[in-house]
């Protein structure tokens, strides 16, 4: 006798579910799929640039301890680092020892400072273009985010806070424009935060990819750190991106609370790296802070490609994206960066990723490709956005063919 077994679904909770993927990595991991197809792709999608880097001696580290667990907090001599670094480099005053905490990547580090900040239907007010992670971290927390679309001025930002609003996050400089906020407008933003108890929260991961003197730290402008966050990594500055190293400076009362949500989450960076980091934290920086500034000379002889090419971009001098606009091309930024990437092999990221108000554009990244495929790759995206007819059906049903899934995880259906 056959006995059938009758089972519930599974539940996933409703705030995982109504939280889309990650955009940028959705299009790279189809990047990295038809790689292994054997596809040339002009990958444009990256958030990273390659730089030239040798593997520096291991022995030198304490192997004896790198195997183990270390100070949830992170090492002292890389928390000793770090705080040098932000001295030297941008003249801000930081105390290693209460100011600083090292967990596994600036991303994480801005996730557990919401957890750390925010309460159920607190309100995160975001600048766009704005990372595509932020809204979705705050969902994640059960806070809500709003939008303060991409061309309001600093001034006005006030304007968009409310009763529940508990933190502003921007980025500077910022990803994907490249827009980078002076000292007054950071100055003007902390005093209207601080007034109304919200926190500001900095997300400083480009801080090095700027060539003149205009980036300044919001730790310099808030030396107290007094309601003020401010989030960097190693990622950029160092190109190992792959370590997943990152860092938050704090007034000394958050760092000890996100301390222990990061030791219930985390416990600690990994202790092999950070020791790595440490041991090798200025040779690294003068190997790699040339090839950073050798980047954003790069960006502006491609900004000037896009010029040529009356390629609209949004304002901006620093980081290694551009933000470019697809004119009237008559279907979603998604719809563009999809068939660009699957009928021309060209990978970019649609707005739509980085708010409600830049649907219309797309961040193309500079950092992987050589200046002759990125200028074939714009000559591509220029003529596509001129087009005034597109087949959405022909891309679905080629999609699933290649058995290329949609971000909901499903294959194209086309009716």
Not at 92 to 117: N, P, Q, R, W
Not at 346 to 357: E, L, N, R
Not at 383 to 401: K, V
Request: proline share 6%; charged share 20%.
């Amino acid at each position: 006798m056959t006995v059938t077994v009758v089972r519930p679904s599974m539940k996933i909770s409703r705030t995982v579910s109504g939280i889309p993927q990650a955009l940028s990595i959705y299009f790279n991991q189809i990047v990295y799929d038809l790689k292994r197809r054997g596809e040339d792709i002009t990958t444009l999608s990256l958030g990273e640039a390659f730089f030239d880097l040798p593997l520096l001696d291991f022995k030198t580290l304490d192997l004896s301890k790198a195997f183990h667990y270390s100070d949830s907090q992170g090492l002292p001599e890389m928390r000793q680092a770090i705080a040098g670094y932000y001295g030297r480099l941008y003249g801000a005053k930081v105390d290693h020892k209460e100011e600083v905490l090292i967990s596994v990547g600036s991303k994480a580090i801005i996730f557990l400072a919401m957890m750390t900040a925010l309460d159920p239907g607190d309100e995160v007010v975001i600048h766009e273009p704005a990372w595509l992670s932020y809204p979705e971290q705050a969902r994640l927390v059960g806070a809500v985010p709003r939008f303060i679309p991409y061309d309001v001025a600093v001034a006005d930002f006030p304007r968009h806070f409310t009763a529940a609003t508990r933190m502003m996050i921007v980025c500077n400089p910022n990803n994907p424009a490249g827009r980078v906020y002076s000292e007054g407008e950071l100055g003007q933003l902390y005093a209207a935060c601080r007034a109304r108890g919200i926190y500001l929260l900095v997300d400083e991961a480009y801080s090095d990819f700027v060539l003149d003197d205009s980036f300044v730290s919001m730790a310099r402008i808030a030396p107290s750190k007094d309601g003020v966050i401010v989030v960097n990594s190693i990622s950029k500055n160092m190109g190992i991106s792959g370590w997943r190293i990152g860092y938050a400076i704090s007034h000394p009362q958050f760092i000890r609370n996100l301390l222990k949500v990061n030791q219930h989450t985390v416990t600690c960076a990994p202790t092999i790296l950070l020791q790595y980091c440490a041991q090798y934290f200025d040779q690294l920086l003068e190997i790699t802070l040339p090839q950073v500034r050798e980047v954003v000379t790069k960006r502006k002889r491609v900004a000037a490609m896009m010029d040529e090419l009356g390629i609209p971009r949004l304002p901006g001098s620093s980081t290694f994206y551009l933000f470019g606009h697809i004119g009237n091309f008559p279907a979603s930024s998604m719809e563009f960066c999809l068939s660009l990437l699957i009928n021309s092999q060209i990978a970019v990221v649609p707005g739509s990723a980085y708010g409600p108000s830049t649907e219309r554009f797309v961040r193309i990244s500079i950092g992987t490709e050589s200046e002759e495929r990125i200028w074939n790759a714009l000559l591509l995206i220029r003529d596509r956005s001129r087009r005034n007819s597109f087949d959405t059906g022909a891309l679905y049903r080629r999609m699933a063919e290649m058995r290329i899934a949609l971000p909901s995880g499903e294959l194209p259906t086309v009716g």
